[in-house]
């Protein structure tokens, strides 16, 4: 009796694992069902909190939209996006009148189909340079005087 019992028991769980792998192949083909979009459009990358950090994409295609796990680096700049990469030349000498120094950049690669700029020009304060001391002249080392 014991043994039909356990058997009995068996037989059901294998039919309900089998049951639970037929609806979950049934939803599948149900959402490939969908005409294939061939021309997506993405969104820019909103962070879920502040400037920078995991955020969602939004992508759209017809009627049909999505959202994309994304990520917007924190020392990027926010003026021309993350999506938006340049390949920048030489920083040009510090312009003493604006005290700035900047340098120009052109288009390389635009992510997720991003409007960008083809060049951009970017500043940053100059830094005053301080000379280094050179020589026997070095702060806080004293040698055994003979």
């Known amino acids: 009796m014991r043994g039909v019992l356990s058997t009995t028991i068996v037989l059901l769980v294998a039919l309900t694992i089998t049951a639970e792998a037929i609806k ?7 959402a490939k069902a969908e005409p294939e979009c061939s021309e997506w459009k993405f969104g820019k990358c909103v962070p879920n ?3 920078c950090g995991v955020g969602v994409r939004e992508a759209t295609c017809n009627e049909q939209s999505k959202k994309h796990k994304c990520k917007v680096p924190c020392n990027w700049k926010k003026d021309f996006g993350a999506d938006c ?3 920048f030349g030489r920083w040009a000498e510090c312009d003493t009148a604006k005290g700035t120094r900047s340098r120009s950049g052109t288009l390389k690669k635009a992510l997720f189909n991003a409007d960008c700029q083809t060049t951009i020009k970017v500043s940053k304060p100059c830094t005053p340079k301080t000379p280094k001391a050179k020589g026997p002249e070095k702060k806080g080392k004293k040698g055994k005087e003979n």
């Open 24 to 30: 979950r192949k049934e939803k599948g083909k149900e």
């Open 49 to 51: 909190s502040g400037d």
């Open 85 to 87: 990469k340049y390949k």
